[in-house]
């Protein structure tokens, strides 16, 4: 079973997360931060992972502490219900449109955490999010999910449509990488015997 619970106290905020790498994209997120929510449920969904997020923050100061506890958070959840990585196929790439906008997202389940951010938003809001929460989101989540990650926006003039097309190109890169492979589904996918 491939499924990690999850919970992160600390004095700016209080998270639960919960997921299942082989659900089929059912979500229930609630941060008290309503763009970051849609961005959860479209990283569940496109994902195929099943997520419940709570989050209570300091919401009354702004937003930062709440979006990158939610990733560390989620980050650790992923490592935890990957596991050893056995017999996944530990790679995964999406090239996505939405619209105006055009995001390359790869990575790998490496252990090895790295981010490269190439992602420009043309406004400092999406309505009242700030639209540089979303590198502070993946830079946790690839922090704390030992993942080697790589966003390139090769298109965009709308913020809210690039930032979305990141979510979901993620997404479908996640979905990959964390898929059984039905070659070999008993191996570590690595020279090294162990990630």
């Known amino acids: 079973m491939r499924r990690a619970t999850l919970t992160r106290k600390t004095a700016e905020t ?4 919960e997921i299942d790498l082989d659900g089929t994209g059912t979500y ?5 931060v309503g763009f970051f929510d849609h961005m959860l449920d479209q990283l569940a969904r496109h994902a195929l992972i099943d997520m419940t997020i709570r989050c209570d923050g300091d919401t009354h100061i702004d937003d930062h502490h709440s979006v990158e506890d939610v990733g560390i958070a989620l980050g650790q959840a992923l ?3 990957l596991g050893d990585k056995r017999g996944i196929r530990r790679y995964g790439a999406c090239l996505l449109p939405m619209d105006d906008a055009l995001v390359r997202a790869a990575l790998d389940l490496s252990g090895r955490p790295y981010l490269v951010w190439n ?3 043309p406004t400092a809001k999406i309505g009242g999010f700030d639209t540089e929460l979303v590198r502070e989101f993946f830079q946790a989540v690839s922090t704390h999910g030992g993942i080697t990650l790589h966003v390139d926006a090769l298109h965009g003039i709308n913020s809210h449509h690039i930032a979305e097309a990141a979510f979901k190109a993620v997404a479908r890169a996640l979905r990959e990488a964390v ?5 070999k589904s008993d191996a570590i996918p690595s020279t090294k015997g162990t990630l």
Do not use: F, H, K
């Open 14 to 17: 209080d998270i639960s997360v």
């Open 28 to 32: 229930d997120n609630r941060t008290g």
């Open 79 to 81: 490592s935890q219900a």
């Open 119 to 121: 992602v420009e938003m």
């Open 179 to 183: 898929e059984t492979d039905p070659r």
